[in-house]
Antibody, heavy 120, light 110 residues
Framework: QVQLQESGPGLVKPSETLSLTCSVSGDSVTRYYWSWIRQPPGKGLEWVGYMYYGGSSNYNPSLESRLSMSVDTSKNQFSLRLTSVTAADTAIYYC??????????????WGQGTVVTVSS | QSVLTQPPSASGTPGQRITVSCSGSSSNIGSNTVHWYQQLPGTAPKLLMYSTNQRPSGVPDRFSGSKSGTSASLAISGLQSEDEADYYCAAWDDSLNAQVFGTGTKVTVL
């Protein structure tokens, strides 16, 4: 069974860039679509985006202008990069596998999440 | 953006049956399948139901899902204390071109 572990800086300054990594074990990063979901403190879930190692991707339109994702097959990891962060980007960030495509797709394996706070 | 609306809370006594509703529109629930996630306190969400009424391996058959028009429901039969959690519905939205989540429902076992 695939296992996911997020990592990254817990604190990021406003206007700077947030970079997170999701390390994959138990399977190859080439086998799945990969997604990020975030959850602001005390609030609900928000889909950030997903991508496939071959390059196809789909980002939340509300974040698209600031967002990029990548897959590193040599390290079996995938990553998120969010530029020009504000306090509104403070959240728990989860990585997850995304199975089934847009219309039918769902998140079946999740990491435990990593807390990111945007503050000076 | 939460375009799927859920009641903030639901509750029941052990053994009771409760339902959690999820209201959407023609661009999401009305045209695509619905999925449900369970988030136990302090933990990551877990897939509970996919493609409206399919249970992943390991999910008890006390949980069931249904959809009608632009609304979906999650039913929990034989409610147990370990079912206390937040529950989120989700679906693809064709207009937003995004995966959208419901507002979440906190289930309490009295």
């Amino acid at each position: 069974q695939v296992q996911l572990q997020e990592s990254g800086p817990g604190l990021v300054k406003p206007s700077e860039t947030l970079s997170l990594t999701c390390s994959v074990s138990g399977d190859s990063v080439t086998r799945y679509y990969w997604s990020w979901i975030r959850q602001p403190p005390g609030k609900g879930l928000e889909w950030v985006g997903y991508m496939y190692y071959g390059g196809s991707s789909n980002y939340n339109p509300s974040l698209e202008s600031r967002l990029s994702m990548s897959v590193d097959t040599s390290k079996n990891q995938f990553s998120l990069r969010l530029t020009s962060v504000t306090a509104a980007d403070t959240a728990i960030y989860y990585c997850a596998t995304f199975f089934g495509g847009n219309i039918y797709g769902y998140f079946d394996y999740w990491g435990q999440g990593t807390v990111v706070t945007v503050s000076s | 953006q939460s375009v799927l609306t859920q009641p903030p809370s639901a509750s029941g006594t052990p053994g009771q049956r409760i339902t959690v509703s999820c209201s959407g529109s023609s661009s999401n629930i009305g045209s695509n399948t619905v999925h449900w996630y369970q988030q136990l306190p302090g933990t990551a969400p877990k897939l509970l139901m996919y493609s409206t009424n399919q249970r992943p391996s390991g999910v008890p058959d006390r949980f069931s899902g249904s959809k009608s028009g632009t609304s979906a429901s999650l039913a929990i039969s034989g409610l147990q204390s370990e079912d206390e959690a937040d529950y989120y519905c989700a679906a693809w939205d064709d207009s937003l071109n995004a995966q959208v989540f419901g507002t979440g429902t906190k289930v309490t076992v009295l």
